[in-house]
């Protein structure tokens, strides 16, 4: 473990939730912030919670162009990266046969590429400060929820990066972690939950009704890093769950054959109603922000 006072930690996605939150903890200890987002005035006030030291750079992951920009400046004001969060991700609800085709592609461009052009840009700074690496994947790598489709294959891609990275940088001096994290008290969290539809749907299956409080997360993540973790499990009985994966896919058929087609022809009705556009948009404040980004608006 390496004393976290001085390291320069950059977080994607930090203008709200458990970006923001995590970086206010690791400010607390010491650590000077990096905050890349969507979201300019939440950016500015989590850097002025964070201290002197932090800084913020508007960026979407999605943007090469932008990110990179955005990256060689952390660099340029700090002089080194030493911990890089790839955090930044959004949830879209929706079944895939009926919602807008746009919005699935959308979340795998931002929750996997997002994560692998945050890597990509990242790693050469990473490897002069043999550096830490922390991939935020999800539950959703493990638990498939009908409804979640386009988010639970990012997720999964993202834990596989992240296992794949490990043994590649190892040698080289990069410590490599993935975090998987369960529902947590989050504007993402609480803007599907929200959803007229599937609100319902995830309460509804097992292993992802309960909602965590943030400062729980906060404290597990912000200890993955400062011990440099291959893992971060919110809460622990995830990496538990893990050893039974096999098992997982038919507990889910099971739990959700009674739900689910009750909650397909509801989402069919929404949609007709308020259009695929809006029904499958993506959740919370922080997905309504990237909306805007990629419609450009």
Known sequence: MRPLPGQVVLITGASRGIGAAVARSLAKDGAKLALIGLEPDELKQV????????????????????????????HARYGRIDVVMANAGIAAPGFTRSMDPA???????????????????TLPYLLESKGYLLLVSSLAAVVHIPGLASYNVAKAGVEAMGDTL???LKHLG????????????????????DHPVFGKVRTGIPLASKVYPLEFAVQKFTDGIKRRKRTVHVPEWIGVLKVFRWLIPHVIEAGSRFSVPKADRAA?????????????????????ADTEKATGR
């Open 166 to 168: 490990r043994p590649e």
């Open 268 to 288: 069919l009705a929404d949609i007709e109603a308020r259009g695929a556009s809006v029904s499958s948009r993506a959740s919370g404040a922080g997905g309504k």
């Open 103 to 121: 919005v699935w592609e959308r979340v795998l461009d931002v929750d996997l590429y997002g994560v692998w052009r945050t890597v990509h840009l």
């Open 47 to 74: 850097a002025e919670d964070c201290g002197p030291d932090a800084g913020w750079w508007e960026a979407d992951v999605t943007d090469t162009d932008s990110l990179r920009t955005a990256i060689e400046s952390v």
């Open 174 to 193: 990069v410590r490599v972690g993935v975090a998987h994290m369960t529902f947590v008290d989050t504007d993402m969290v609480r803007g599907v939950d």
